[in-house]
């Protein structure tokens, strides 16, 4: 096993299943007390089709039966049993090296201010009763609800860990996730300033759909297909009217808003596929431009950190160069995250935040009434 440079870190497992229903991602982490985290080790577990499937239904469910709740969560905590265990293997090390697992669980529907004027919610499917059964770890889970509890949004959790990860850096510092949505965080170089974080819109989550609607596969490599289409201005003024891109932070979002049908009755039927996904991928670049315009930015001459796999998506990040000329883009792998995997690992520091009765959400990201220590824990 590679050592951490500190001396006495614990180890923590982060289990992040995302948006995108690519997969689960796993990551254990060394985390001491006096240095940021390490990353150790990594396993990616993709997603079966049949509980894509399944999840993607949910996620878009008007009506849902316990038994196929009761299939999902089941199929959904094997699935990170076996990412555990394919972790542990690898190391040659064992559950009893493991101080806790963060699990995120998978997002079936965001709501944080609710739904048609029913209460806020944030529903994560997960069985941490059962995790911690199968791993012999203890288990930190549900994340997200004491936030919204607290008058929160519940999201963008990250940006508390990318501030404990590169909060320490000169200057300012702005970090992107291209995930199924994008959210940013803006790290100021004063410590005294608060941190600033927000969904920006959507990301991957309707490429990916809109490629699949069209092409047998998950997704765009590199965004070759947009590439090859033109972007249609009218089409993309008719998405960047949704007022969700005008909201003032704190915001959050999720597929309850951006979906197809959301897509689909902005088109006229007469558009060419290819230019809708070109027009998709500029929505993003655009969202997120705006999402950095909001910001209290002490210079235009900004250093960006992009992560998520939308940071592999060679188109998507060109058309972002475009609409920040001044952009200086730095990549989280020179600091020992790779790209992939700085969500996972978030899970992971947020398990070490609850073991250790610290506080895992950042007020001025979320909004919540104020610090609150996040996540419940199940024992191993
Ligand atoms: N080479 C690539 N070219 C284009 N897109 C890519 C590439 N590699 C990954 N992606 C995109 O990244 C997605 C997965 O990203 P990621 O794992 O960050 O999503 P996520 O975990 O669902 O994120 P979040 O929780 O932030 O929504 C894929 O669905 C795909 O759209
Ligand atoms: C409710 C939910 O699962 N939100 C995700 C999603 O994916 C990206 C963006 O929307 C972000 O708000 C969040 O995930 C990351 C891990 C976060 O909380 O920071």
């Excluded at 060419?272 to 027009?279: C, H, L």
């Excluded at 929505?283 to 900004?302: C, E, F, K, M, R």
């Excluded at 609850?354 to 909004?367: C, E, I, M, Y």
């Amino acid at each position: 096993m590679k050592m951490p440079p500190t001396a006495l870190p614990s180890y923590y497992i982060g289990l992040m299943s995302g948006t995108s229903l690519d997969g689960v991602d796993a990551a254990l982490v060394a985390i001491g007390p006096d240095s940021p985290p390490v990353l150790i080790a990594t396993h990616a577990a993709p997603m079966p089709p049949p509980l894509h499937h399944l999840l993607l239904t949910l996620c878009h469910a008007e009506r849902v039966s316990f038994a196929e709740l009761a299939q999902a969560e089941s199929a959904f905590c094997r699935l990170q049993a076996d990412a555990v265990k394919a972790l542990l293997d690898r190391e040659g090390i064992t559950a009893e090296h493991i101080h806790a697992i963060g699990s995120h669980g998978q997002t079936i529907e965001h709501a944080p201010s609710g739904h048609h004027g029913g209460p806020a919610y944030t529903l994560q499917l997960d069985n941490p009763s059962l995790l911690a059964e199968l791993t012999g770890c203890t288990v930190v889970a549900d994340f997200r609800r004491r936030d919204l509890a607290a008058g929160g949004q519940a999201a963008p959790l990250a940006p508390a860990f990318h501030q404990a990860l590169f909060g320490r850096q000169e200057g300012e510092q702005l970090v992107l996730n291209l995930g199924g949505f994008a959210n940013l965080t803006w790290l100021p170089s004063d410590i005294h300033i608060s941190v600033i974080g927000f969904d920006t819109g959507p990301a991957n989550v309707l490429l990916d759909t809109w490629f699949a609607k069209h092409h047998n596969g998950r997704f765009d490599h590199d965004g070759a297909w947009a590439a090859s289409g033109q972007v249609d201005q009218a089409l993309l003024n008719r998405l960047l009217s949704e007022p969700f891109f005008q909201q003032l932070p704190p915001r959050s979002t999720g597929r309850e808003l951006f979906h197809l049908a959301w897509l689909e009755k902005q088109l006229t039927g007469h558009e060419m596929a290819n230019d809708v996904q070109a027009t998709l991928a500029e929505l993003t670049a655009i969202s997120v431009t705006q999402g950095i315009q909001q910001l209290p930015l002490s210079h235009n001459d900004i250093t960006l950190m992009a992560c998520g796999g939308g940071a592999h998506n060679t188109y998507l990040m060109a058309r972002l160069a475009t609409q920040l000329p001044n952009a200086v883009f730095k990549s989280s792998a020179d600091f020992g995250w790779p790209e992939d995997w700085i969500e996972a690992g978030a899970f992971a520091w947020l398990a070490h935040q609850r073991l250790h009765g610290l506080p895992g959400n950042l007020p001025s990201v979320t909004g919540a009434n104020g610090p609150r220590v996040l996540g419940g824990i199940y024992a191993s």
